[in-house]
């Protein structure tokens, strides 16, 4: 895959957020920028570290540096940084699986207990990316499970503060708890009953038609190769490609 270069505003927003970061080392400029674009060439290639071209600096080096950001939550925060004005009049919530290659198994359980998030369905070995949009449908948060995990899991820790004026979810969060709890919050729950539901619920079926946007931020992510297939081992270092592809639909 050819050779991958941030223009010059989104890296000057990038830079800019990155001299606030007093725990990490940003170093000069250009060495920095080599640095970011030779993760962001791993995020569209998926190629192993060991592929990653000679003009981003020693493979290993690179992924060092992108560990430890990863460690400091410095991806996450980027996102958060440029996610400082969402659209929280809709606020929806979904989850998409995504194939594990097999270098993503072998995580060290004594050193990284819990911390892998793959699991084995009825497909194979899985991921599941459970995110929270905006309505326009830019990421405000992620949460990486293993595939088997089933969405209603994760509903509220997903949710968090930010709740927004109408809970949008397919019928795989129709549950009597996180519906409580979206009330609770002063969100007005736009989410299909369950086919098993005895009395169903209403709700807005005009305004749940925009949870087509979740759809397609998933499709946008999925452009990324990194995220179509899961390679990391941990889903730290996962979670952390997530929030840089996050940050580049921000920035677009």
């Known amino acids: 895959m050819r050779p991958i270069a941030l223009t010059d505003e989104p890296w000057t927003k990038i830079l800019g957020f990155l001299r606030t970061c007093s725990r990490i080392y940003i170093g000069p400029e250009d060495e920095c920028r080599r640095f970011v674009e030779g993760v962001l060439w791993r995020l569209r290639s998926g190629a192993q570290w060991r592929l990653l071209p000679a003009e981003y600096g020693n493979w290993n080096s690179v992924y060092k540096r992108f560990a430890r950001w990863c460690d400091h939550g410095v991806w996450e925060q980027m996102m958060g940084n440029f996610a ?13 699986i ?21 699991g084995t369905e009825s497909g194979g070995v899985s ?10 449908g830019n990421p405000l948060r992620f949460i990486v499970t293993g595939g088997e995990r089933h969405e209603s899991t994760q509903g509220e820790a997903l949710l968090g503060e930010q709740v927004g004026e109408y809970g949008l979810a397919d019928r795989a969060l129709d549950s009597d708890d ?23 619920r209403e709700y807005d079926t005009w305004r749940y038609r925009e949870r087509a946007l979740v759809e397609c931020f998933f499709n946008k ?3 990324f190769r990194h995220i179509f297939s899961r390679f990391d081992k941990l889903a730290s270092r996962f979670l952390g490609f997530l929030h840089l592809a996050g940050t580049l639909i921000w920035l677009r």
């Not at 400082?84 to 998409?96: A, I, R």
């Not at 290659?101 to 819990?114: I, L, N």
């Open 84 to 96: 400082d004005d969402p659209d929280m009049e809709n606020v929806m919530l979904d989850g998409t």
């Open 221 to 223: 992510i999925k452009h």
């Open 178 to 200: 996180f519906i409580a709890f979206l009330i609770d919050h002063g969100a007005i729950p736009v989410i299909p009953s369950r086919k098993n539901r005895k009395q169903p």
């Open 127 to 136: 991921t599941k990316i459970h995110a929270k949009v905006d309505g326009l």
């Open 98 to 118: 995504v194939r594990a290659h097999p270098c993503a198994a072998g995580a060290s359980k004594k050193r990284w207990t819990g911390s892998a998030s793959v």
